[in-house]
């Protein structure tokens, strides 16, 4: 039974930090960017590659990733969100984020191949140690991690000023002088590099698969909407709601229908709280 | 002024027909093939374009309506032995009744959580499939039985395929061009007008909706019977994006574009070998150019052709002062 719920709260601290990445992207340009769970993905394929196949030391082959996905975020910024936002049609967005996505998704699977790989040991230990395996522990410390370092820096550093203050109204943070482009564009790249951080963290509990990113894109954007869009706090509460849900729910159904649990809870959520557990009520556009 | 019959329309419908009967006559069961496919495509693609196209709701997960609909075929026909043209309506009436389940709460929601829901029935419907071993199959699939009599024959399935495709095209040609139309396009262009005109939106959509699982539900069977064997694998989540591709490449707003967007996708892996391995990546690259360049879709360059190099005889503008029917009218006031 502990075992189900720490499994449970393994990938739902995976589904936190894709939450996360979705939350920061959404502060800076008011999108929701499909991009999310691929770039989470790349950085466990990534890893693989770098450590699991070239032999390099997990260091250097985790800075790789990072920056790898920092890339991939900027990316999305420059060439799917940047003249979208500007030409602030109605959800064109959507579209070009889903099309940016499934080509970094296709990409994958051209280089990588379509089977899941398995993700090397990223510190000595032997297999027996049960629930207290790495691969549990791994993505929950670094996804509390992760949250922590957002908060510090949003609350606690000038540039984390910025961010809150281009949140909250972009036009008036524009007319106080502050880079809206720029930090729009930092804020995707720092997304970039913590979902991969996030993806490399849970490498060993996902596998490298191509097909994991669709998967977190969709579970991960439950998890926010779950928490509430824009509350960190919300992120990790909903993630954790929907890992341990989903682990408890197919313990006792089945393993097969856990997508069918994940909708199904992101359904009962909208219906009690549209607004999600954290989130705060916006005003009805009239 | 030319005749009627050789004015635009009468250009287009004949050209159309032209084309439908081109593989016929070719004799090539290749080229046949692919035109059934597409063909069946279309079908799922009119009812999904009148939700995205007209309506704005970005439904990504058609897919899962269609596995559905060929799934119905497999079993009812194959392992339960009805008539597979009754499997034929039941997929079509099963379709509509999961397009309607799933229309209740998803179309309430907003533009990304709707995007998010569909996407989630697509691996819904892919899970239940691999699950559910003893109805279908699991992973590796069920045959499909192909339809009795003249249908049978490859050229007499693309014929069926036409005639309901042509079907399906004029029940919803009807739909956009009336009442309904303007409904929909007001709900896409701004739903709180819409609402405060009096458009019941909630009625509106959900009852395309419907009509939209119909759809995809008939095309699923179709392709059932194209393919002849179905397995999970096939009702992958690209191809709902497939589908929707076709769709904003066409550009919304449209029947002609989506049409053309269908075609040419449908045949771009089939023209080379290295285009096939890339085919998904190619489709998310057009979608991309599509989205960034032309936003309208490839519908607007047409019209655009069209009124350049062959424009509408327009009316004219100004007119003479026609100063006797003038002085007339003011001589006797109120006649």
Redesign the interface.
């Known amino acids: 039974m502990l075992t189900v719920i720490i499994t449970g709260l393994a990938i739902g601290s995976l589904y936190a930090a894709a939450a996360l990445v979705y939350n920061l992207m959404y502060s800076s340009s008011k999108v ?1 960017s499909v991009t999310t769970g691929h770039i989470c993905m790349l950085g466990g394929v990534c890893g693989a590659y770098f450590i699991g196949v070239l032999k390099w030391p997990i260091i250097a082959g985790l800075l790789l990733s990072v920056a790898i996905g920092m890339i991939v975020g900027l990316l999305t910024e420059i ?2 969100v940047r ?2 936002v500007a ?1 602030s ?4 967005w ?3 984020t ?3 996505g ?2 970094i998704q ?2 994958t699977l ?1 280089a990588w191949g379509t089977e899941p790989r398995p993700f090397p040991r990223l510190i000595p230990q032997d297999y027996s140690a049960g629930m207290w395996d790495q691969k549990f522990w791994l993505p929950i410390v670094c996804t509390l991690g992760l949250a922590a370092a957002i908060h510090l820096f949003m609350h606690r550093t000038m540039y984390g000023k910025l961010f809150s203050a281009m949140s909250q109204d972009e036009f008036a943070a524009r007319a106080r002088g502050v880079p809206t482009e720029r930090i729009r564009a930092a804020s995707y790249a720092a997304a970039g590099g913590l979902g991969s951080i996030a993806g490399f963290a849970a490498g060993q509990l996902t596998y490298a698969y191509f097909a994991v990113g ?2 977190l894109t ?1 579970n991960g ?2 998890a926010l ?1 779950v928490g509430g869009i824009g509350s960190n706090v919300g992120a990790l509460v909903g993630g954790a709601l929907l890992g341990v849900f989903t682990a408890l729910a197919s313990y006792y159904f ?1 393993g ?5 649990m ?2 199904g809870l ?2 009962l959520i ?2 009690i709280k549209p607004s999600g557990l954290f989130g705060t009520r916006e005003a009805r ?2 | 002024m030319t005749h009627p019959l050789f004015g635009r329309k009468g250009a287009g419908a004949l050209a159309l027909l032209v084309a439908v009967m081109l593989p016929l006559l070719s004799g090539d069961r290749y080229l046949l093939h692919v035109a059934s496919l597409i063909g069946t495509y279309w079908v799922l693609i009119i009812g999904l374009n009148l939700i995205v196209g007209y309506m ?1 709701q ?1 439904s ?1 997960g058609h897919v899962g309506l269609f596995a559905i609909g060929a799934y119905t075929v497999a079993i009812g026909s194959g392992v339960h032995g009805l008539s597979p043209e009754l499997a034929l309506v039941i997929a079509g009436v099963l379709g509509a009744l999961c397009g309607f389940v799933l229309g209740v ?1 998803s179309l309430r ?1 907003p ?3 709707f ?3 569909t ?3 697509s ?2 419907v892919g ?2 499939l ?2 559910q071993r003893d109805v279908t199959g699991g992973g590796a699939g069920l045959p499909v039985p192909g339809f009795s009599g003249p249908l049978a024959t490859p050229s007499g399935l693309y014929l069926l395929v036409v005639g309901v495709a042509a079907l399906i095209s004029l029940v919803s040609w009807n739909i956009t061009r009336l009442m309904w139309g303007r409904a929909m396009v007001s709900i896409r262009d701004s739903s ?1 007008a819409a609402a405060a005109i009096g458009v019941p939106a909630g009625r509106v959509k959900l009852t395309l909706f419907t009509f939209s699982g119909f759809t995809a539900g008939v095309a699923g069977a179709l392709f059932g019977a194209l393919q002849s064997y179905v397995t999970p694998e096939t009702f992958h ?2 191809l709902g ?1 497939f589908f929707f591709i076709c769709i ?1 490449i066409g550009g919304k707003g449209s029947i002609l574009g989506p049409f053309l967007g269908t075609v040419v996708l449908t045949l771009l892996p089939e023209v080379s070998a290295s285009f096939a ?2 085919g ?2 190619l ?3 057009v ?2 150019f599509v ?2 360049l032309v ?1 309208d879709g490839i519908s607007s360059v047409l019209r655009w052709l069209i009124e350049r190099f062959w424009p509408r005889p327009n009316p004219p503008t100004h007119r003479q002062l026609d100063l006797p029917l003038l002085a007339s009218a003011l001589r006797s006031p109120g006649s």
Request: one cysteine or more.
């Open positions: 929701l060439v799917a003249r979208i030409r049609s109605d959800h064109l959507i579209l070009s889903l099309a940016f499934s080509i296709q990409t051209l669709l998967m969709l954007f439950i909407a089945g097969e229908y856990q997508q069918t994940c909708l992101l359904m909208l219906l556009p009239v | 704005g970005l990504v709460p929601l533009g990304f959580y995007a998010m829901t996407l989630g029935l691996l819904i899970e239940v691999v699950a709180v989540f690209d994006l904003v391995v890339v998904h990546f489709y998310a690259l979608l991309l989205v960034l936003p």
